[in-house]
């Protein structure tokens, strides 16, 4: 074997050139706080003890956690509301992409507005609802005394341990909904006409041709929603920061608040770098089984 | 002669020039850089700023943070080790922690240049013997009131014959309640405004009724001690006091609770002393000129004892990474003297030094200085987390899901205060305070 033999073929080396920048983007900004976090969650660091160093725990942060109860109830509290809030997106967002894939005049300007609720950051979101549902200013408790219904108004919803997240899944929904919307507009838009041509000459109902043939050829735009609208639901902060602080008690304390609590109120950077790669375990898991379940079917 | 005449002037000029030199003051090179919040009192003390430049010759600077980021940017700059800030305006809650951390400096050289004997809370700013921060506004928890409803004498009256004594400022935790109860008419009028969201706010009103009581936080051990009877015995009263407050307090934080009071839809709130340069403020404010202060109110039993009573309070430190400390303490000594403190008070602070709360023209335009001063006179101003760098962590981590957690019903008293304690048990374990 010759000395030019051992030596990266050109074309090996050019491909390297061009892929440098991206790899070294992703270590920089991806890789190394990844890997940097992984370090922080094996230590008890306490950032405002300097004097007590940070001191190798190895997996101890990572026992505690998951002997905690109250991490269970976080959890649980989570997917309550990632799945709450996903599925009513999926639902309505279903039901408007349908509505909005029909021509009829002003349809293109409808599509723009509903837009708006999304583009709109989540701390405003948080802010918006919070007055909306204050009980003396907010006009929904006074409307929801109106139609009698006296139990979202007394407790008041932010203050009602059990409706707390179910206020929480549907404004997310509402500022989320329109992003599902546009993903299934879009499927919608690239479905062929042959089948549905097929379908009437069998006689096939609406509902039987939406059952039959829109849900099957739209399993992908589908695919991309959930996995999307999945991970983002997962690291809901800003609402529930500005809206409840975590509460009544701890109804609506979810993952990433319990990350935040631990970093920037009680400043164990250890414990909190454990709980955000939880959040990234259970991600991951989220993410690889809809996609297997997605590519199966 | 005419040479004569030029060296003369030449000296003359020289002399001017010495003159100059020896009347500017040592440190006009300084520059010193200050970071606060954008709050009310940051503003009262931005006022004093210019003179100051003019009268030492010391060059400011002031960055400002939003209050919600402050304390991270704060700690991410100190232990980044960025030095960016000479004299940092911090919550009397924050000190402790960048003290033991030595990210802020003793002021020794000025302990002997201000009269500390006139700041009340002072000794909670010494760490080993050493005092950290120069309190620049000083307050108290207790209760804002409504004085045109207090001297009504029809509300006297009313409140005589329904409860056999006078209606005043409550001194007593009964009477508390029982003015609470009366003045509470939904949907107009509320007896009392409290802060039920989830924060350290909900905790206050723990607090102040734990330490009415006579209970504590820690005991000498540094071992939790709220979860005692009395403690249970506070927690079941704020409950209790919920009854009388707007059912939309349950999520109110201190804005939303001051925006109540300051719209007149309730006749007490309790709040903190700032809530009246807000309160008292025509333009913010519908009870303008009508409302007055008390100090926290607490059992019979312990009517007359000086007990704790929660104090918050900001002030100055000294940044350990200061380039000129010198020129730094100058602006301390400046800004906390007393006639700076009077000065700056009329834009929107509460002086912390007795003197200055006692100057006539400022109790002429707070008349509720007067009842402050005497609260804070009678009482030990004991911050509203325990000055140790697990102080807040205590708090918002244990204590106010604790609290939070019985106010939602989903644990009893006992069992929500003990489940803290467990907590802090743990906590100062892993501080280093007992095994």
């Known amino acids: ?297 | 002669m005419k040479s004569s005449w030029s060296s003369r002037a030449v000296l003359a000029a020289l002399a001017v020039f010495l003159m100059a030199v020896l009347a500017t003051p040592v440190l006009a090179a300084g520059k010193v850089t200050l970071v606060s919040e954008y709050g009310i009192h940051t503003e009262a003390w931005k006022t004093e700023m210019k003179s100051f430049q003019e009268k030492s010759g010391i060059q400011l600077q002031l960055t400002q943070i939003p209050y919600a980021n402050y304390f991270d940017q704060l700690t991410l700059n100190f232990t980044g080790r960025l030095g960016n800030y000479d004299v940092p305006y911090i919550s009397s809650l924050w000190y402790p922690a960048f003290a033991k951390a030595g990210y802020i400096t003793p002021l020794n050289d000025l302990v002997k240049a201000i009269n500390i004997s006139d700041i009340p809370g002072i000794q909670n700013y010494y760490q080993n013997g050493k005092l950290y921060m120069v309190p620049y506004m000083n307050e108290l928890g207790g209760i804002l009131y409504r004085k045109d409803l207090f001297e009504d004498p029809k509300e006297k009256a009313a409140f005589k014959k329904k409860y056999g004594y006078e209606l005043k400022p409550p001194e007593t935790l009964k009477q508390y309640r029982d003015i609470a109860e009366f003045f509470n008419r939904p949907p107009n009028l509320y007896g009392v405004t409290l802060m039920g969201k989830r924060s350290i706010f909900l905790a206050t009103h723990f607090m102040n009724r734990l330490w009415a009581y006579g209970g504590e936080l820690l005991d000498n051990q540094m071992r939790p001690a709220f979860n005692s009877a009395v403690g249970v015995k506070a927690l079941e009263e704020v409950k209790e006091m919920f009854k009388y407050a707007n059912p939309a307090a349950r999520n109110y934080d201190f804005q939303e609770a001051l925006t109540e009071f300051t719209m007149g839809r309730s006749a007490m709130a309790e709040l903190w002393t700032t809530g009246l340069l807000y309160a008292d403020d025509q333009a913010k404010s519908k009870v303008a000129g009508k409302v007055s202060f008390v100090g926290f109110p607490r059992p019979e039993e312990n009517l007359g004892k000086k007990l704790p009573m929660l104090y918050i309070s900001w002030g100055f430190t000294l940044a350990g990474t200061a380039k000129d400390k010198r020129a730094a303490e100058e602006w301390i000594k400046y800004v906390t003297s007393k006639d700076a403190e009077v000065r700056a008070a009329v834009h929107g602070n509460i002086p912390a030094r007795f003197s200055a709360l006692t100057d006539p023209k400022l109790q002429k335009k707070f008349p509720w200085l007067e009842p402050f001063r005497k609260a804070m006179q009678n009482c030990i101003p004991t911050p509203m987390v325990p000055l140790i760098p697990e102080g807040s962590a205590l708090v918002n981590q244990y204590l106010v899901p604790a609290v939070a957690d019985y106010m939602a019903g989903v644990a009893d008293a006992k069992s929500a205060l003990d489940k803290a304690a467990d907590g802090v048990t743990q906590l100062m374990k892993s501080g280093g305070y007992y095994k």
């Open chain 1, 1 to 297: 074997m010759n000395a030019a033999q051992k030596l990266p073929s050109r074309e090996f080396r050019e491909k390297i050139l061009f892929l440098a920048p991206g790899l070294g983007y992703i270590g920089v900004l991806f890789v190394f706080p990844l890997l940097y976090s992984l370090y922080v969650s094996l230590t008890q660091w306490n950032l405002l003890r300097p004097d007590l160093g940070v001191r190798w725990v190895g997996v101890a942060n990572f026992v505690s956690l998951l002997r905690d109860p109250f991490t269970w109830q976080t959890v649980a509290r989570t997917a309550y509301f990632v799945f709450g809030s996903v599925a009513l997106e999926l639902v309505l967002g279903m039901i408007l992409a349908l509505a909005l894939n029909r021509e009829f005049p002003g349809v293109g300007v409808i599509r723009s507005i509903i837009l708006i609720p999304f583009i709109i950051a989540p701390v405003v979101v948080g802010f918006t609802w919070r007055f909306l549902l204050n009980n003396d200013f907010g006009p929904l408790p006074h409307l929801f005394s109106a139609l009698h219904l006296n139990f979202l108004v007394n407790p008041p919803l932010l203050s009602n341990a059990s409706l707390v997240i179910p206020m929480l899944i549907v404004i997310d929904a509402w500022q989320y909904m329109p992003f599902v919307t546009l993903v299934l507009l879009a499927g919608l838009k690239a479905l062929p006409s042959e089948p549905y041509e097929a379908a009437l000459v069998d006689g096939a109902s609406p509902v039987q041709q939406f059952f039959r043939i829109t849900l099957p050829l739209l399993r992908p735009a589908l695919l991309v929603a959930v996995i999307i609208r999945t991970m983002t639901a997962l690291r809901v902060f800003d609402t529930v920061f500005v809206m409840t602080g975590g509460g009544p008690g701890s109804a609506s304390e979810v993952l990433s608040f319990y990350g935040y609590r631990m970093a920037f109120q009680s400043y164990q950077m250890g414990m909190s770098a454990a709980i955000g790669l939880l959040t990234l375990l259970i991600a991951l898991v989220l993410t690889l089984f809809l996609m297997r379940s997605g590519s199966q079917s």
